[in-house]
């Protein structure tokens, strides 16, 4: 029996009087019923194009026809700067997608790229029943061309171009009721079939992906639809010049003019939230953003020194505190004022205050300073028999049964048999392997250093720019004398520079041992090359 059914039975039994006192207590419910299917009063932000003079209206709607769309909230970028800032916003998202479902809006996830990777969720495979809608074009969307900074915010050291991500971020909450359309028809069909009229955009990167995307901003308003831009969801397709104050906060703000000159208007969707009652100004949702943000996963390599600029800019009156020695950032720390330069290797964290109270989650910076190039080795290692070589695989007796597609340590080779190749270098000498590795040298007593350049391998980026794999390698280089770590390198990612091994090796030293391990987060696509790697003689 339905509960509707059951009501009405109950009803039908009550008296006259019941009756009225019981619909007087109803009101109260209905009322609150009501409410939270109020209208939305958005304050829509546009610019005058010729002024930039800022123009705000009003515009109401029902949040039941309002949809937003998530774009390319990816799990990795091939600039890891801007894969931090995603970082740096998830959180935020988080909170207004979860208010929007609360106030009855549709939200679509977009990961569009990688899709496909999402076969099999409900919210995807619920795309495909969508009825076919004949799209319309009812304007045709131009704007004078976007500034684009490049989509790097390292600075000098400037990352490469890859596709390395395989999914939508990790902390991104997928909901039960949300929806995966990737193609402008489909966001259509369901903006029919529901009534909205409405889209509020999220997502990266600001003026490409989230614009341009099949079922991105231009596409939904040449078809009808409202578009608005949330501007403190979102960020710019990135860039970082400190020499000339450009920052990619600054750059995204940038952005955000050109959108409300010429193509949609924005909102601050936290804003938004908070007339609605559905945002708390007390949540610390935002981490300080640090330029370049190297992280020990990923850590900033830089020869000469570095200008790290921080910003909070969403909490505009927030004091940015820092520590340089690695202790927990206190209301009482360091007080950010001006960029920071580093000039050597540096482990920073940094944290928000306002009136002594956290408004900031901590982030933490990593910056690894490489020494000179190591001269070429007289023996090469390739040359030498290890007493001790196993890798990645079973262990039986003392034969490894090497594991997958790994093979043995190549001579002169990457693991695979391929040129050894570390950021976009190839080199003709090395040893090329697949973490956990070790081999162990015995040390002759002419020799006088250890010298190498070491790297994650880069091959797989040759096969579809490292499609969905360019994430995965991270390997640490650990360089042993006698059972004793004598050095070792951050975590090196594909792309990056080679880390450099100049070691010196004590008098009556036995043993050289070079590790490669994985970095703590398993050993997929974990080949690594160690490049030009072998020993200097006494003379
Ligand atoms: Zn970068």
Known sequence: MGVDLKMRIVFQRLSALTRCVFLFLLIPIITARAAQAA?????????DPATGKIVLATEKVDPKHVGVIAVDVWNFHWCKTATMRVDAIVPRMNKALDAARALGMT????????????????QREAIF????????????????????AGGCACGRERCAVNYGWDGMHPALRIAEADLMPDTQAEVYAICQQRGITHLI???????????????????????????????????????????RNFTPDLNTEQVVEHFEKYLAPTISFQDEL???????????????????????????????????????????????????????????SA??????????????????????????????????????????PDVYIGDLKPVR??????????????SGNTQPPQKDKSNLGRDLKINRQVYQHGIGVHAPCELIYEVKPDYKRFVALAGADENLVSISNGSNLAKYPSVVFKVFVDGREAAASPVMRILSQAWRFDVEI???????????????DGSREDFADWANAGFIVKR
């Open 274 to 332: 908070t007339r609605m009652g559905k945002w708390d100004s007390s949540w610390v949702v935002d981490p300080v953003r640090i330029s370049p943000w190297g992280t020990p996963m990923r850590p900033h390599l830089f020869e000469e020194p570095i200008t790290v600029t921080l910003a909070a800019p969403l909490q505009p009156d927030a004091e940015i505190r820092y520590t340089l020695d690695g202790t927990k950032p206190t209301s009482g």
């Open 107 to 122: 939200v679509m996830l977009c990961p569009s790229d990688v899709v496909d990777n999402y076969v099999g969720y409900p």
């Open 201 to 243: 955009y999220v997502g990266f990167h600001t003026q490409v992906c989230l614009l341009g995307k099949p079922m991105g901003l231009k596409a939904m308003k040449s078809a009808g639809l409202r578009c608005v831009l949330a501007r403190d969801m979102t960020d710019a397709h990135p860039g970082y010049d400190p020499s």
């Open 389 to 402: 070589n196993v890798g990645f695989g079973h262990t039986y007796g003392s034969a490894v049964r090497y």
């Open 129 to 148: 029943a969508l009825p076919k809608v004949a799209v319309p074009t009812v304007e045709n969307v131009t704007c004078p061309p976007v500034p684009d």
């Open 506 to 520: 004590p008098d009556g030293a036995k043993m050289l041992g070079l590790v490669v391990m994985d970095a703590g």
């Open 39 to 47: 209208e939305m009063d958005l304050t829509l932000r546009t610019r």
């Open 335 to 376: 007080l950010y004022t001006k960029p920071l330069v580093f000039s050597t290797s540096t482990a920073l964290r940094v944290a928000a205050f306002r009136g002594g109270r956290a408004v900031c989650l901590e982030s933490e910076g990593s910056f690894a300073r490489m020494g000179p190039v190591p001269s070429l």
